[in-house]
């Protein structure tokens, strides 16, 4: 699914008895040395204008450049800056396009017309490649939509709203990049390493050149993401709805076909060679191992095999899953250890410096597949 550029380009000098065409191999050789002077790209095939996720491929077939890109998760006014940005690049080659790139009200118009055919077929989210968990019909770059949006985007409504980028001017790519940071990256809590300071500060930039070029921003969200830096910005005050789906829930594949739904604020890996995974928001952790048991025992009997050591707070027993959840405290540390089997497959979850209730909580949503 998506929506984007998929434009050629080829000589300007054209084909005759004495018009001498481009070599290739020195054309692709200068394609390479024009993209890292022009966009510091280090592949002509991974080229960001501006949006680290969105890669603009560059690509020669013959002495003809191909030009693809997905736009849809951006918007309009990212498409067209695309083709805008590579002028330069075009000019150096002595390359035009094949047919004129639309004009910006084109591609609005084909851009809308893709996403209602999308949500025709039946398409729930696009331009959000996490699994958050959101009880809403329609997932959008920019936030959750009812059905009412739905409907009215099927009716030949504008979805302008839903994209980072809909119109042209000033400031507009800088609040596309806030936009989708408040929304994607930004953790709404205190950073816990420069990774996510770098994040937050980043998004404020572009905040702060969006409403300089007389853009609207959501100055709520600025604000409250600003007290997680612990700046206070004078003008500035939370409030609004709330944005950013990292305040959902999110699904987490783990080892040995398992996952588990954490809080979208975690952050996580694995250690050991992949044997350990961890997940941390800065106040809890969690750790989890899996294994693959002898095919005949039951669910049952695995649970079994492995004596009880704590106090047992909680047990599960649901279709082919059995589980048991024991804790104690380790010096100044709570934690909690649940194990839950589904024959032939074995999970231990660990929990550290979280209640009862929040561990049980997270423990339960352990499954196979």
């Known amino acids: 699914m998506g929506f984007g550029i998929d434009l050629r380009a080829r000589s300007r000098k054209g084909k005759g008895l004495f018009r001498r065409g481009p ?101 729930t989210r696009w331009g959000v490649d996490r ?68 994040v937050m500060k980043a998004a404020d930039d572009d905040l702060r050149a969006a409403l300089k070029a007389g853009l609207d921003v959501p100055a709520g969200a600025w604000a409250q993401m600003l007290r997680h830096l612990g700046v206070e910005e004078e003008g500035l005050e939370p409030g609004g709805p709330p944005i950013g789906y ?45 294994m693959t048991a002898n095919e005949s025992l039951s669910s049952e009997e695995l649970l079994a095999v492995a004596p009880e050591r704590h106090p047992v707070i909680a047990r599960l027993a649901e279709g082919t899953r059995c589980g048991r959840a024991e804790a104690y405290d380790e010096r100044d540390m709570h934690v909690v250890i649940g194990l839950v089997t589904d024959a032939p497959h074995v999970a231990i979850l660990t929990v550290k410096g979280a209640d009862d209730a929040w561990a049980l909580g997270v423990w339960r949503t352990l499954r196979q597949g």
Not at 152 to 164: E, N, R, T
């Open 23 to 123: 070599d290739a191999r020195e054309l692709a050789d200068r394609l390479g040395w024009l993209t890292r002077r022009l966009y510091k790209a280090k592949n002509p095939s991974q080229v960001s204008l501006g949006f680290p996720g969105a890669q603009v491929s560059l690509t020669l077939e013959d002495t003809e450049l191909r030009v693809r890109a997905e736009t849809s998760a951006i918007g309009p006014g990212y498409h067209v800056d695309v083709v805008a940005r590579l002028a330069p690049l075009l000019d150096e080659l002595e390359l035009a396009w094949v047919a004129p790139p639309p004009p910006l009200a084109r591609v609005q118009e084909q851009m809308t017309a893709w996403l209602a055919g999308e949500l025709r077929a039946g398409t």
């Open 131 to 198: 699994p958050f968990v959101v009880d809403a019909p329609v997932l959008t770059p920019l936030g959750p939509r009812d059905a009412a949006w739905r409907d009215q985007v099927l009716a030949g409504g504008s979805p302008a709203d839903a994209f980072p980028w809909w119109d042209d001017g000033p400031g507009r790519a800088a609040r596309a990049r806030a936009l989708l940071s408040l929304w994607h990256e930004v953790p709404w809590r205190e950073p816990l390493d420069d990774a996510e300071r770098d």
């Open 246 to 290: 990292r305040r959902y829930p999110l699904d987490v594949e783990l080892s040995g076909g398992w996952s588990v739904t954490l809080p979208g604020a975690f952050v996580g890996g694995w250690m050991d060679d992949g044997a350990r995974y961890w997940a941390t928001d800065g106040d809890r952790v969690v750790e989890f191992t899996s």
